[in-house]
């Protein structure tokens, strides 16, 4: 299966940005029989099922031109969902005045913060936190969750 997604993985993050999206992530799983090719993106504004549906046409149209897979396979294309991390800073605009679970290096050391994200300046995230407002450098962040709220 890694043979798959080294093939396709830059001609799907190209397709994924012409739609402006971007790429979150790439699985493929399953075996070859039927190889599972899941693909999680993402956009400023957010996802919706039509640009799922269109990205998820042109991706077909390049795996049934390629003979990377043949011709049974499944194909996923959705939104990266609430449980996985942020990994682009334009994904960050669209979650201000939410709260977060960030780590972070500072210092050359490991740091953990909880906060409510409350504005971005250039690659500076500034969250309210119980200790008052921090601001961490994109470049800086290990891993930033977005906490659900009930």
């Known amino acids: ?3 798959i997604k080294k093939n396709i993985a830059q001609k799907f ?3 994924v940005r012409a739609h402006d999206h971007f790429l979150i992530e790439l699985i493929v799983r399953g075996d070859k029989n039927l190889p599972i090719i899941e693909v999680f993106v993402d956009n400023v504004d957010g996802v919706t099922t039509t640009g799922c549906a269109a990205i998820s046409r042109e ?3 390049y795996l049934l031109s390629t003979k990377f897979v043949n011709e049974k396979y499944r194909l996923d294309v959705s939104s990266p969902g609430v449980e996985r991390p942020l990994k682009f800073l334009e994904q960050y605009k669209k979650h201000i005045n939410r709260k977060f679970e960030v780590k ?3 210092d050359e050391n ?3 913060l ?3 994200l409350i504005r971005i300046e250039n690659d500076k995230l500034f969250f309210l936190t119980n200790e008052g ?3 961490v450098r994109f470049e800086d962040i290990t891993s930033a969750m977005v906490q659900i709220s009930f």
Do not use: F, P, Q, R
Request: hydrophobic share 40%; proline share 0%.
């Open 59 to 61: 991706l077909d149209e």
């Open 133 to 135: 407002e921090i601001h």
């Open 13 to 15: 993050d190209d397709i």
């Open 104 to 106: 972070y290096i500072i």
């Open 114 to 116: 909880e906060g409510k």
């Open 1 to 3: 299966m890694d043979s």
């Open 110 to 112: 490991k740091a953990l």
